[in-house]
């Protein structure tokens, strides 16, 4: 069976890294030190995490 990517049940705003991190096998908490990460370091996480929060499935 394969994975679908979709938000997590285990969220903390939209389920977004919750999901992530499902469907990669990982702790949610790498995900979202990751994803303050890229927000203190460019910005960009912002963006991707609003994109990712309108096209993921619930």
């Not at 990982?26 to 963006?47: K, Q, Y």
């Amino acid at each position: 069976m394969a994975k679908q990517f979709r938000k997590s049940t285990d969220r903390k705003l939209c389920g977004v890294c919750g999901g992530i991190a499902e469907y990669l096998d990982i702790d949610p908490t790498i995900v979202r030190i990751l994803w303050v990460v890229l927000v203190l370091f460019g910005g960009t996480g912002i963006l991707l995490y609003i994109i990712l929060a309108l096209l993921m499935p619930n």
